[in-house]
C-alpha cells in the first residue's frame, strides 16, 4: 500500500472517543453558577412570600426589563470592542425627552421623530468615537463628559420637568399584549438575538469582538481596530436611543431623572453576565440572565418589604461581586494556561 494510500486509510477512520455523560455540561458551575444561584433565589422567595411564585409576579419580571436589558446590551457591545460608555443611561433619557417633545410641542409625526432621535444618536456616537478614537482620550472620560452635557442641554431645551403627551400609537405599539407579555420584550429579544448573531456568526463580529480582546494582536493581522472602536461607541449611542423610544412606549412620558437609576444595574448587569455561559467574556446570553437574576432579587426583596434602599444595595453589591469573580476566572484561565505543557 504507497503512502497516500495509508495516509487516506488514517483520515477515514474515526478516532475513538470516550462517551460524554450529556448530564456533565449542565453541572459546569463555572458557565451555569449564575442560573442555579437564580433558580435557588426563585425557590427561596417562593418559601418566604408565597405570593412571588405566581403568574402575575412572572409577567412583572418578564415584561418590565426590556428597557434595562437594552441599555445594558449597549454597554456590552462598548465593552466587547474595548471601550467603557458612561453616557448611554443620559443619551437614553434625552431619547425619551426628545420623543415626547418633537412629537407634542413641535407636531412632528411619530415616525419622523422617531428617525430623527435615532438619527441625533449615531452622530453623538460618531462624536464620542472621534474625540476617543482619533484624538485619544479615554472613552470613559469622553462618555462620561458628553453624557453630562447632552443632558444639560437636553434639560435647557425641553426643561428636566416629567413630561407627557405622546402619540398613542406608540404606547400601544409597545405596549401590546402578546402571550402574556408586552410588544417591547419581544423586540428586545430581538435585538439581542440579532446582536448575538452578528457577534458570534459573522466575520466582521468575530474581527470585532477579537480587535476588544487584544487590539495590537488584530491590528497584526490586518483588522483596522481603530474602525471596531469607534463602531462599538456608536453601535452603543444607537441602542441606547432605542431604549428611550422603548421607555416613552411603556410609561407613555419622559423622566430626565430616571438615567441615574439605569446606569448602575446596566454595569452590574454586563459584568455579572460575563460570569455565566462563556465566562471571562461579556456575552448576549449572560445580559438576559444577569438582568433577570438581579430584578428576581429586588423584587422579592420589595415583596419582603424592603424598599427605596435595598435597590442601590442590590446592585452595588451585585456589581462589585460580579467584577470580583471576573478577575478570578480570568486569573484562573491564565494559570491553567501557565501550567498546561
Same mark, same amino acid.
Do not use: C
Given at each position: ?65 426590556? /428597557? ?16 467603557? $460608555? ?14 415626547? #417633545?418633537?412629537? #407634542? ?42 453624557? /453630562? ?17 405622546? $402619540?398613542?400609537?406608540?404606547? $400601544? ?152 469573580? /471576573? ?5 484562573? =484561565?491564565?494559570?491553567?494556561?501557565? =501550567?498546561?505543557?
Amino acid at each position: 500500500m504507497s503512502q497516500n494510500q495509508s495516509a487516506e486509510v488514517a483520515i477515514a477512520i474515526p478516532e475513538s472517543r470516550p462517551r460524554l455523560n450529556p448530564l456533565a455540561g449542565l453541572l459546569d458551575i463555572e458557565r451555569f453558577g449564575l442560573i442555579y444561584v437564580w433558580l435557588l433565589l426563585i425557590a427561596g422567595y417562593s418559601l418566604f412570600v408565597p405570593s412571588f411564585f405566581s403568574v402575575s409576579t412572572f409577567q412583572i419580571v418578564l415584561g418590565s426589563q426590556a /428597557t434595562q436589558i437594552v441599555i445594558t446590551l449597549a454597554v456590552v457591545v462598548a465593552l466587547l470592542g474595548g471601550e467603557f $460608555d458612561l453616557s448611554v443611561a443620559n443619551v437614553m433619557a434625552v431619547a425619551a425627552t426628545a420623543v415626547v #417633545t418633537l412629537n #407634542t410641542d413641535y407636531a412632528w409625526p411619530i415616525g419622523w421623530t422617531i428617525l430623527a432621535v435615532i438619527a441625533a444618536a449615531l452622530a453623538f456616537g460618531a462624536l464620542n468615537a472621534f474625540i476617543s478614537v482619533r484624538i485619544g482620550v479615554p472613552s470613559i472620560i469622553t462618555t462620561l463628559g458628553s453624557g /453630562t452635557l447632552l443632558m444639560g442641554a437636553a434639560n435647557g431645551w425641553a426643561g428636566s420637568a416629567p413630561r407627557a403627551g405622546v $402619540d398613542q400609537r406608540l404606547i $400601544d405599539l409597545v405596549s401590546l399584549d402578546v402571550l402574556g407579555a408586552p410588544l417591547a420584550i419581544y423586540v428586545t429579544f430581538a435585538i439581542g438575538i440579532g446582536i448575538y448573531y452578528v457577534l458570534e456568526h459573522t466575520p466582521a463580529g468575530r474581527a470585532f469582538v477579537f480587535s476588544g480582546q487584544n487590539a495590537e494582536v488584530a491590528r497584526l493581522a490586518g483588522i483596522r481596530v481603530a474602525r471596531m472602536r469607534s463602531a462599538s461607541l456608536i453601535w452603543s449611542s444607537l441602542l441606547s436611543s432605542v431604549a428611550g423610544i422603548l421607555l416613552v412606549g411603556i410609561t407613555g412620558a419622559s423622566v430626565p431623572a430616571v438615567a441615574s437609576g439605569y446606569l448602575l444595574p446596566a454595569f452590574a448587569g454586563a459584568f455579572l453576565g460575563s460570569t455565566v455561559i462563556r465566562p471571562g467574556r461579556f456575552n448576549v446570553a449572560g445580559v438576559f440572565i444577569a438582568i433577570y437574576f438581579l430584578v428576581t432579587g429586588v423584587t422579592g426583596l420589595q415583596l419582603l418589604g424592603y424598599t427605596g434602599w435595598v435597590n442601590d444595595v442590590f446592585y452595588g453589591f451585585s456589581l462589585v461581586l460580579a467584577v470580583v469573580l /471576573t478577575q478570578l476566572i480570568a486569573k484562573s =484561565r491564565r494559570s491553567s494556561g501557565a =501550567r498546561a505543557p
